[in-house]
């Protein structure tokens, strides 16, 4: 059987509701989809837990140490050339320590109304979409 190869991201969250801001990262140009935006996160390494892979990311990626919050939805996502991978998003909204950028490009807080402004990767931007207009978080 065909065992999908699972990535986590973080949809970290500061602010009042209604008016939140989304934490976003640019990929770095020396990186396979070079330039374009997505969410803190990365693989799930074999005999991890989704959450607790998803918390060893925000370290090595930011510097926080991260409440991983509930999962806000999964699917499968397949980029031309590539083996299908499924994503896994978590909301965060607690963490210790200021996100720094250990390993972008740029990162930014941005109103998540304002999200679909940013040239996401492909595998994000209808779950993007649904963030800004406060159907998911």
Known sequence: ???LKTVTAAIILR???GAEQALICRRRADQPLPLQWEFAGGKVE???EPAASLRRELR????????????VCRF???YPGHD??????????????DPRNLVFAQIRWVERT???????LAADRQLVEQIARGELV
């Open 46 to 48: 074999g005999g991890e």
């Open 84 to 97: 299908p991978v499924l994503l896994v998003f978590f909301k965060v909204t607690e963490f210790r320590g």
């Open 76 to 78: 499968s996502y397949q």
């Open 1 to 3: 059987r065909f065992l």
């Open 15 to 17: 602010g009042e509701a």
């Open 114 to 120: 304002r999200l679909p402004e940013f040239d996401f």
């Open 60 to 71: 090595e990626e930011l510097g926080v140490e991260a409440e991983i919050g509930p999962e």
